[in-house]
């Protein structure tokens, strides 16, 4: 239901200032009546000494009243305009950081992220706004330019493995006697890639969204759990997997962080060296910050790079991995999201010697 036009806030900020200039001068001359003229006479006498002049002047009330009344209503009506004028002018000067940061809601709201107020000047609560506006933008500009890189990724992967099974059912079509043993093999491949890309992709918006049933949860027996999951990974390709630390608790969805952790270990052991290489698990609880640490061998990785390995589907191509374990480059994206949805912090350290180390801070709570 559209409302009413009514008046702005210049408008009434303009009337404030003029009604308060008002009462001002009006209490003033009430000050003046109360404190004066109520105590000057209405009627007086001059006694006059013989001898002495009589041309003096004795005021009395009615006097004044006639000199004065017309002159107080020329000073109220001066207020009324020159608090109207000036209403109008202050008002406007002070409202226009407001009208700088309205127009900038506008522009935001036609699609146009790039734009910043930057307003100039002391720190007020205008100022605050403005600051507090451009980060929003700021934040959403680049939420939505991640939004649409993922988009597109994720159409492109998705498509890929459709393209491949078409392409398989249309060589099976044109070719009967082909070997239907290896064409059902490799459609076999090309959906459990296509099932699990999927299943990266809710898991990953789940995790963005943020509307998690909390517990409270032990990262050790999670980091426990993850481990031994993972344990036969790690002997076929000649890993050392050991898990080390105390509990660590914190409030958040078991299986979220299960998975959190099982990416990391997972990540951990596929990219590493070739045979006799180590994955440590290390969780510790710090004052009210509960603390995984994910370290794995394998070869020096570029400072550059590792800012981009939680970007999704981007895959550190120099680390060392097989195909049969390549993933779908969601990896460390759900780790990240994981981590945001719980209010944590992860950190990405190149080793000196090769390798990578994953800390993730996340708030801690008491176990029960």
Do not use: C
């Given at each position: 239901?559209?409302?009413?036009?009514?008046?702005?806030?210049?408008?009434?900020?303009?009337?404030?200032?003029?009604?308060?200039?008002?009462?001002?001068?009006?209490?003033?001359?009430?000050?003046?009546?109360?404190?004066?003229?109520?105590?000057?006479?209405?009627?007086?006498?001059?006694?006059?000494?013989?001898?002495?002049?009589?041309?003096?002047?004795?005021?009395?009330?009615?006097?004044?009243?006639?000199?004065?009344?017309?002159?107080?209503?020329?000073?109220?009506?001066?207020?009324?305009?020159?608090?109207?004028?000036?209403?109008?002018?202050?008002?406007?000067?002070?409202?226009?950081?407001?009208?700088?940061?309205?127009?900038?809601?506008?522009?935001?709201?036609?699609?146009?992220?790039?734009?910043?107020?930057?307003?100039?000047?002391?720190?007020?609560?205008?100022?605050?706004?403005?600051?507090?506006?451009?980060?929003?933008?700021?934040?959403?500009?680049?939420?939505?330019?991640?939004?649409?890189?993922?988009?597109?990724?994720?159409?492109?992967?998705?498509?890929?493995?459709?393209?491949?099974?078409?392409?398989?059912?249309?060589?099976?079509?044109?070719?009967?006697?082909?070997?239907?043993?290896?064409?059902?093999?490799?459609?076999?491949?090309?959906?459990?890639?296509?099932?699990?890309?999927?299943?990266?992709?809710?898991?990953?918006?789940?995790?963005?969204?943020?509307?998690?049933?909390?517990?409270?949860?032990?990262?050790?027996?999670?980091?426990?759990?993850?481990?031994?999951?993972?344990?036969?990974?790690?002997?076929?390709?000649?890993?050392?997997?050991?898990?080390?630390?105390?509990?660590?608790?914190?409030?958040?969805?078991?299986?979220?962080?299960?998975?959190m952790v099982t990416n990391l270990v997972q990540n951990a052991i596929v990219h590493n060296l070739p045979t006799g290489g180590t994955v440590t698990v290390h969780t510790a609880s710090h004052g009210d910050t509960s603390v995984?640490?994910?370290?794995?061998?394998?070869?020096?990785?570029?400072?550059?790079?590792?800012?981009?390995?939680?970007?999704?589907?981007?895959?550190?191509?120099?680390?060392?991995?097989?195909?049969?374990?390549?993933?779908?480059?969601?990896?460390?994206?759900?780790?990240?999201?994981?981590?945001?949805?719980?209010?944590?912090?992860?950190?990405?350290?190149?080793?000196?010697?090769?390798?990578?180390?994953?800390?993730?801070?996340?708030?801690?709570?008491?176990?029960?």
């Amino acid at each position: 239901m559209r409302r009413a036009p009514g008046l702005s806030v210049r408008s009434k900020l303009t009337l404030s200032y003029a009604g308060f200039l008002m009462l001002a001068g009006v209490l003033l001359l009430a000050a003046v009546w109360v404190f004066l003229l109520r105590y000057v006479p209405e009627r007086a006498t001059l006694i006059v000494p013989s001898g002495a002049p009589t041309n003096g002047v004795f005021p009395i009330r009615s006097s004044l009243l006639r000199v004065f009344a017309p002159r107080a209503a020329a000073v109220l009506a001066f207020l009324l305009v020159l608090g109207l004028a000036g209403g109008w002018i202050l008002a406007g000067r002070m409202l226009a950081p407001l009208t700088q940061i309205t127009e900038a809601a506008r522009t935001a709201g036609r699609g146009s992220l790039s734009h910043r107020i930057r307003l100039r000047g002391r720190q007020d609560e205008f100022r605050e706004l403005s600051d507090a506006f451009d980060s929003m933008l700021e934040r959403l500009e680049s939420h939505v330019a991640e939004q649409r890189r993922f988009a597109a990724n994720a159409s492109h992967e998705l498509r890929t493995p459709l393209a491949i099974s078409r392409a398989l059912l249309d060589v099976a079509r044109k070719d009967p006697t082909r070997d239907r043993d290896e064409l059902v093999e490799r459609l076999q491949a090309v959906n459990t890639r296509a099932i699990d890309l999927t299943e990266a992709l809710l898991l990953l918006s789940r995790g963005d969204r943020g509307n998690l049933a909390r517990e409270s949860v032990d990262l050790s027996l999670i980091a426990e759990e993850a481990a031994e999951a993972l344990l036969p990974l790690a002997e076929q390709r000649g890993i050392t997997l050991d898990v080390t630390g105390g509990a660590a608790g914190t409030s958040g969805s078991a299986e979220l962080l299960l998975r959190m952790v099982t990416n990391l270990v997972q990540n951990a052991i596929v990219h590493n060296l070739p045979t006799g290489g180590t994955v440590t698990v290390h969780t510790a609880s710090h004052g009210d910050t509960s603390v995984l640490r994910v370290e794995n061998t394998g070869r020096p990785l570029p400072p550059e790079l590792v800012p981009s390995l939680t970007e999704p589907f981007r895959r550190g191509t120099d680390r060392v991995r097989t195909d049969e374990h390549a993933g779908v480059g969601l990896g460390l994206a759900i780790v990240q999201s994981i981590v945001r949805a719980h209010d944590g912090t992860l950190g990405l350290v190149p080793r000196p010697a090769g390798g990578l180390l994953v800390t993730v801070r996340l708030p801690g709570t008491p176990l029960p």
